[in-house]
């Protein structure tokens, strides 16, 4: 509906799996994010990407490793995943890193990691 | 540094009557600000935003917002509150000069009864 798709919609993965989260706008922008959402915590930027180079990487742990091909697509690889990154993981993508243009999400993955 | 509060976790209205959904802000200098809205299961909407001029925004599904420079709040306003209207609603600030990215209120959630 927003023009920005994410798969998949939920995964289960163990702590010692290997998975990728995916994301694609359709909007013609130039700036993606991931952010994390926990229950009853405000939403966490993790990443963010403007004309396909990453701009801001809010202490991430590195079992966390994004990638921007190209302006279009957003992954998130994961690894060695703790209980705590359960979590609905949301997509987002705007006009301009720098600018008043909203943001349009994705509707999300929700992760449970086991 | 950016911040956002929304003192309420939620908002309780019967159907038909005016809501207003509070949130204030602190920034270091001129404030972007948004409202989204997230339904169940599904990613962030967006409503409205203020950047400069009116200080009374109309967004969408009816929904208005106030900037109010002095109070430094932006609250998000309906005359006549619909059942569909529950769901979670973020307010978030984003500073005008330079880069930087959106930061996020923890959420009010709205409940409309019929």
């Known amino acids: 509906e927003t023009g920005v798709t994410q798969t998949p919609r939920h995964l289960v993965m163990g702590m010692t799996n290997k998975k990728s989260l995916k994301c694609e706008q359709h909007?013609?922008?130039?700036?993606m994010y991931w952010y994390k959402q926990s229950a009853k915590k405000p939403l966490e930027l993790m990443f963010v990407?403007?004309?396909?180079?990453?701009?801001e990487n809010n202490s991430v742990p590195s079992r966390f490793s994004p990638e921007c091909p190209n302006s279009s697509h957003l992954f998130l690889h994961l690894h060695t995943l703790q209980p705590e990154d359960s979590a609905l993981y949301l997509c987002?993508?705007?006009?301009?890193?720098?600018?008043?243009?909203?943001?349009?999400f994705g509707p999300g993955t929700r992760l449970t990691v086991t | 540094a950016q911040s956002v509060a929304q003192p309420e976790d939620q908002v309780n209205v019967a159907e038909g009557n005016p809501l207003t959904v509070k949130c204030t802000y602190s920034?270091?200098?001129?404030?972007?600000l948004f409202w989204y809205v997230q339904y169940p299961n599904r990613g962030l909407q967006f409503l409205l935003k203020?950047?400069?001029?009116?200080?009374l925004v109309k967004g969408s599904y009816g929904f208005e917002a106030e900037f109010n420079k002095s109070q430094t709040s932006f609250h998000l306003k309906k005359p006549s509150a619909l059942v569909s209207d529950s769901a979670l609603y973020f307010c978030?600030?984003?500073?005008?000069?330079?880069?930087?990215?959106?930061?996020f209120g923890k959420g009010t959630m709205l409940l409309v009864s019929p």
């Open positions: 987002a993508s705007s006009q301009g890193g720098t600018s008043a243009y909203e943001q349009y």
């Open positions: 909007l013609g922008h130039n700036a």
């Open positions: 990407y403007s004309l396909e180079e990453r701009v």
């Open positions: 920034v270091s200098g001129n404030p972007y």
């Open positions: 203020y950047i400069t001029g009116d200080n």
């Open positions: 978030a600030v984003r500073v005008l000069s330079g880069y930087s990215t959106l930061t």
